[in-house]
């Protein structure tokens, strides 16, 4: 499906030209999200990368899905944008990262801080995994901008990806999408017997 230009490293697995599409909507701070993102790691980018069985034939896109009832949803959201704006090339590692630490963003540990204090935890996490040059550009991207109500830097980004998430019907994480299709046989819990099952039925 399409996808705006700056948010072209949300392609984590699989070539741009790939002729299948896999859309996974994933938000940050949810435990089913996190989940999948591990299947994604362990299983499907093995098969859509260079050398797996699917390279060529199908990509996989993380679409950001920003769940408004975890109160720091836009937050870590926000902060996925900015990494593939300032090294896109770290933008999975990131988010892996970020999924395997989501428990210091849920509602209670959040509960005390300030969005200035979220954000620079976030900013921590990120100098982990990104260029030490790239930190404070990572940190500029999320200052909040001069007017009262105008958001920071990738807030842009951000309504993109809410708005794409809208036009589609998708509500909740995860969601899949298949060629454009919601695929809703598509779980969480599915390891590689049912990922090869799927996918064997779908690639021809």
Request: overall charge neutral; some cysteine; charged content about 20%.
């Amino acid at each position: 499906m399409a996808l705006q230009p700056s948010l072209h490293p949300m392609i984590v697995a699989g070539e741009y030209d790939a002729p299948h599409t896999l859309d996974i909507f994933l938000d940050y701070v949810c435990p089913f999200s996190a989940k999948l993102s591990r299947t994604i790691d362990t299983v499907l980018k093995p098969w859509f990368d260079k050398g797996g069985q699917y390279h060529g034939r199908v990509k996989l896109i993380m679409r950001l899905q920003v769940q408004p009832w975890h109160a720091s949803s836009t937050f870590t959201h926000e902060a996925g944008l900015a990494v593939a704006r300032v090294s896109p090339e770290h933008f999975w590692a990131f988010s892996r990262q970020l999924f395997d630490n989501q428990g210091d963003f849920f509602d209670i540990p959040t509960s005390t801080m300030t969005p200035v204090q979220i954000r620079e935890e976030l900013a921590n996490l990120a100098a982990k995994i990104i260029p030490e040059n790239k930190v404070g550009e990572f940190k500029e991207l999320l200052k909040l901008k001069g007017s009262p109500n105008g958001g920071v830097a990738v807030t842009d980004d951000l309504k993109y990806t809410i708005k794409f998430s809208r036009q589609n019907g998708v509500h909740v994480s995860p969601t899949a999408l298949w060629d454009g299709l919601v695929a809703n046989e598509i779980s969480s819990s599915w390891g590689e017997a049912e990922w090869s099952k799927f996918l064997s039925e779908k690639v021809k």
